[in-house]
């Protein structure tokens, strides 16, 4: 059981490339999530995935768009990097229901130059 | 006002005492609560969630709820150096209907040998 798996864990871009973000979850959750955590700004909502088949934007939105695939993947583009994307992405899960506690990915830490 | 607010720290205690950290949120139908440790460099990790008044204990964790005063606490007992990270409080809202969390920047606890 690996829980939330991402890739890749650390990447490079220049300023213009394009890039997607992937995420899996095997815990049979219904709902997924990405966030972007930056010093001093905490964890901020991108865009999140209620259930299979929907998506909706969070805080962050700009610049980044996302596909769930299926239950298992959610995935995040970058269609044109800046530098103000550089960060650290988290991808997370939950069930759905009364009970809305997120686990979390281990990470991918991008720099755009 | 944000809408969950946490001292940023850093937090010193000595090993084996109790740490204290707080945090306060504006919404007042917030629904659940959720307190997640980070290591530096790593993901957040779930550490309890409590979503009734009152105290919820987990080993050496108790989590503290007081929807009056807007107000959730943990409390570790009896202090070690590996509980030295970053202490995340995030809240979901009652108007919410998916899993999405509100987090506060975190307090930086230091357990000192």
């Known amino acids: 059981n690996a829980g939330v798996t991402q890739t890749p864990k650390f990447q490079v871009l220049k300023t213009g490339q394009s890039m997607t973000l992937q995420c899996a979850q095997d815990?049979?959750?219904?709902?997924m999530y990405w966030y972007r955590q930056d010093p001093g700004m905490g964890l901020r909502l991108i865009y999140y995935?209620?259930?299979?088949?929907?998506?909706d934007k969070g805080e962050v939105p700009n610049g980044y768009n996302v596909s769930r695939l299926n239950k298992r993947e959610f995935s995040l583009r970058l269609e044109s990097a800046a530098p103000s994307q550089t960060s650290v992405y988290f991808c997370?899960?939950?069930?759905?229901?009364?009970?809305?506690?997120?686990?979390f990915g281990p990470g991918t830490r991008l720099t755009v130059t | 006002q944000k809408e969950v607010e946490q001292n940023s720290g850093p937090l010193s205690v000595p090993e084996g005492a109790i740490a204290s950290l707080n945090c306060t949120y504006s919404?007042?139908?917030?629904?659940?609560f959720f307190w997640y440790r980070q290591y530096s460099g790593k993901s957040p990790e779930l550490i309890m969630s409590?979503?009734?008044?009152g105290d919820k204990e987990d080993g050496r964790f108790t989590a503290q709820l007081n929807k009056a005063s807007q107000y959730v606490s943990l409390l570790i007992r009896d202090s070690q150096p590996s509980d030295s990270a970053t202490y995340l409080c995030?809240?979901?809202?009652?108007?919410?209907?998916?899993?999405?969390?509100?987090f506060g920047q975190g307090t930086t606890l230091q357990v000192k040998p």
């Open positions: 997370a899960s939950s069930v759905a229901g009364e009970v809305y506690e997120q686990y």
């Open positions: 815990m049979n959750h219904n709902s």
């Open positions: 995935s209620a259930s299979e088949g929907t998506t």
């Open positions: 919404d007042r139908v917030s629904q659940s």
């Open positions: 409590i979503y009734s008044n």
């Open positions: 995030a809240v979901k809202k009652r108007s919410s209907n998916t899993g999405k969390l509100i």
